[in-house]
């Protein structure tokens, strides 16, 4: 277990906390006036490896090298709007788990539709020296968060955390993983800002799916695409077809030599030989990505949650009876079907732009032009 204290004075900032793998939605904009929760468990934090938040610098002031240049060497293969200047290493955690902060009042309004964005840069200070060391971030449409200025925070160890609670900090094996079997639902109601009704997804339906979900679809798809080299690729049918066939089948090339991904993973029997690429969950604390005793050619990393159900699909609630019951007889069934989405799936775009451009096969002509075309593709309502 952890503690964040200010670089200035030293003062605590948060509760106990202990690390885990940054969301694969950590910067996820979702939909319009959308009210998201909070990102992060309460407990716990995340580190984002990248330079976040301003200031920013255009592609255009880059001038990079497409080899060799600066944007090769943070990880960015293809052109971008613009690149992050700030400190990588920033600290992710959740709001109610700060201590002894201020919101600083010139700067929590700058550039917020209903809430705070963060544009303006860190607007939250330590309380006993007045140091900026954190953004506030519950603007509409962003998920909740407080990020830490890595240059103005120090983590330490929590003198105050016992023995229990290091051995609960630990991380967990994959069976235990699998035993606890914390999935995240495909579906869920998304609320409006200052609504109490629930909208959906740009449209009437009061579920969605999740936005979660469409993250992490984003993000495997990248690299899906990836390890299709151009080839047809074909996943299982079922939930796993209505999150990635639709999208594959529009960005890549039909015909022959088609190449199957199929799921693997704790609890699931080794993949058939004509599988070539696996769908495989990554560990939700430290982010290591599960792997086969045989070395596969291409693993797709995928949230365990998102992987969980997918693996190990939940049923529908049961639809309630109708009729009368005898006098006295009891019943259980009035829990309404499972609500599901009035749209076809949708992975997100701008999370499948984000991993593509940090993959070094997009510098292949074929996805450099598929993702130029992404937002041809946007328009037609794929994403």
């Known amino acids: 277990m952890f503690a964040f204290v200010c670089a200035g004075c030293g003062a605590r900032l948060t509760i106990p906390l202990s690390q885990v793998m940054l969301p694969v939605h950590a910067h996820q904009q979702y939909g319009n006036g959308v009210q998201l929760p909070v990102l992060m468990e309460s407990g716990t934090f995340a580190v984002d490896p990248e330079p976040w938040g301003p200031p920013w610098r255009r592609w255009e002031e880059i001038h990079p090298d497409e080899d060799e240049g600066e944007a090769a060497a943070r990880g960015v293969y293809a052109p971008v709007y613009a690149l992050s200047d700030g400190s990588p290493g920033a600290i992710v955690i959740a709001p109610g788990d700060a201590i002894g902060t201020v919101l600083i009042p010139e700067n929590r309004g700058g550039g917020y539709c209903c809430g705070l964005d963060g544009a303006d840069g860190p607007n939250v200070a330590c309380m006993e020296c007045a140091l900026p060391v954190a953004t506030r971030i519950d603007d509409c449409s962003l998920w909740q968060a407080m990020w830490l ?4 925070v120090r983590r330490l160890p929590d003198a105050d955390a016992d023995a229990d609670a290091d051995a609960d900090a630990a991380p967990l094996s994959w069976p235990e993983l699998m035993a606890e079997g914390k999935g995240t639902p495909p579906f869920e109601p998304i ?21 979660q979900w469409e993250a992490a679809a984003g993000h495997a798809l990248a690299h899906l ?34 190449r199957r991904a199929d799921l693997a993973g704790p609890g699931l029997p080794a993949p058939g030989p004509d599988v070539s690429i696996l769908l495989v969950p990554s560990h939700p604390q430290t982010g290591r990505t599960w792997a086969p005793a045989e070395p596969a050619p291409h693993l797709v990393p995928l949230p365990f949650g998102v992987w969980l159900w997918l693996a190990f699909p939940r049923p529908d609630l049961p ?15 009035f829990a309404p079907p499972a609500p599901h989405p ?27 032009e598929l993702l130029e075309n992404l937002s041809d593709h946007v328009r037609t309502g794929l994403f």
């Open 149 to 152: 200025e890595p240059k103005a």
């Open 191 to 211: 609320a409006a800002w200052g609504s109490r009704t629930a909208v959906g997804h740009w449209s009437n339906y009061s579920w969605s799916w999740s936005p």
């Open 225 to 258: 695409l990836a390890a299709s080299e151009r080839h047809p690729v074909i996943v299982p049918d079922g939930l796993v077809g209505q999150v990635f066939q639709r999208a594959l089948d529009a960005l890549l090339p039909t015909g022959p030599q088609a």
């Open 319 to 333: 639809v309630s009876t109708r009729g009368a019951l005898p006098v006295g007889a009891l019943r259980d069934d």
């Open 342 to 368: 009035g749209h076809l799936f949708r992975a997100d775009s701008n999370v499948l732009r984000h991993t593509l451009v940090r993959l070094p096969a997009v510098r292949d002509p074929w996805l450099r």
